[in-house]
Every structure is written in C-alpha cells, then in structure tokens.
C-alpha cells in the first residue's frame, strides 16, 4: 500500500476560506514534500519539512509535521479559485532516496 | 531553465505497437525519475538513474518496459509490445542528489493505448 495516504479525498470550499489537509504515512522518514498537482499537469513542489522540523511556511501555506503520529498537515489560508487543484504528500523514508507519494487531495476552491 | 521537457505530451496508440516516451531532465540534475500516474494506482515510481546509471528498476511493471540514459541530458522509456493497461500519464522528474531534494517533474506524457 501507499507510504502516504490524504485526508480527506476531496474538499470543496469557498474562496477566502482556509482548506487544510492531512497526510499519514507508516514509516521513519527523512522528510516530507507537498506537491500540487492541476489538472492535466505535472507536480509542482510546494515545500519541503524535514523529519526535525514541525512547522514551516510558505507565503499562504502552513505545513506540520508529528513525527511521533506519522502524520503532516497543509494549511492554505485565504484561498484563491486559483488553488483549485490536487494536493499531494510524498515521504523519503530514511535511508532511501525514493520518495513515495500519497493518494492525492481533490481541492476545489468555489469563487 | 527551461525545466524538465518531455515529448510527445500526447500519444495515441494500438496494442501491440512499440512507444517511446522521451525526457531531456534540467541541467546539472545528476537524478532522474520515471513515474506513472493512474486513477486507480495513483503515482507510482518506475524506474530510478543517478549519473545516467540505473539503480532501482523495481517499480518497472514487466519486462515490456525499458528505460534508458544514454547521457546527462536525455532518457527514454519504451514499452515493446503496449497494452491497453499501459494507458497513464507517464512523467520524468530529475532532482540535485547530494543537494535539495526536491524533485521537478516535467508536464508529462498523456499514453492512450487502444
């Protein structure tokens, strides 16, 4: 199965609203990466927290990460109709260099 | 940069007929990744080059697929006979090792295999 799966599958909000979504995955990693993902597109690296962080930002983004829960968060404040999109987690698992990716949150942003 | 470019961004085929999806990674990336991406699956790493070597090809489904580097700057993957279950997007990533490790994926190749 999957390193990382996220919660919820899919999420429709209204412009200005903050959309949060949770990833879980099994195992120690090395770090964690956020990933959007529009339609008919490719990944886009959003941010990178390693394993001894527990908090960064990124402009509207907010990530978390309990490592002790195996579990990450991404927070987008006052969303845009423009953030519509898939949000995906990918975890590194220590000593390895692959990165294994989550199943993927449906983000619709309601103008 | 012009970031990772991949071509054909769209291929149709027939079963049985032999595909070549193509990927020149960024420049200086010395890490190279393919991926397949399917609904049912979701996105799942193929195969896996470090300085034009292979080292991990356990994601690659069968012996139909092949991947090459012949150098820094480009790869190929092929599928020799395709199958309808073939059908996906396929992206190639390349990323820094030893560096960030973030990855940059290309826009992708869109596979419909009739």
């Known amino acids: 199965s999957q390193q990382g799966e996220e919660d919820p599958q899919a999420l429709s909000i209204q412009e200005g609203e903050n959309a949060t979504m949770n990833c879980s995955y099994k195992t120690s990693i090395n770090n964690l990466q956020w990933y959007r993902q529009n339609s008919g597109r490719g990944l886009v690296h959003l941010i990178l927290?390693?394993?001894?962080?527990r908090e960064k930002h990124s402009g509207r983004l907010r990530v978390t990460l309990d490592t002790s829960k195996k579990s990450s968060s991404l927070l987008i404040t006052a969303s845009r109709a423009a953030d519509t999109a898939s949000y995906f987690c990918a975890t590194m698992a220590s000593g390895t260099y692959k990165y294994i990716f989550g199943t993927g949150t449906r983000l619709k942003v309601l103008a | 940069d012009a970031g990772v470019i991949q071509s054909p961004r769209h291929e149709v085929t027939e079963m049985g007929q032999e595909v070549t999806l193509r990927c020149k990674p960024i420049?200086?990336?010395?890490?190279l990744f393919w991926y397949r991406q399917t609904m049912m699956r979701g996105l799942e790493l193929l195969i896996y080059f470090n300085n034009n070597v292979p080292i991990d090809d356990s994601g690659m489904p069968e012996d139909r697929f092949s991947a090459k580097m012949p150098n820094a700057s480009f790869s190929t993957l092929k599928i020799q006979p395709s199958e309808p279950r073939d059908s996906a997007v396929y992206f190639c990533?390349?990323?820094?090792?030893?560096?960030?490790?973030?990855?940059?994926f290309g826009p992708g190749t869109r596979l419909l295999v009739l």
């Open positions: 927290i390693r394993s001894n962080e």
């Open positions: 420049s200086g990336h010395n890490s």
């Open positions: 990533a390349s990323r820094v090792e030893g560096g960030k490790e973030t990855q940059y």
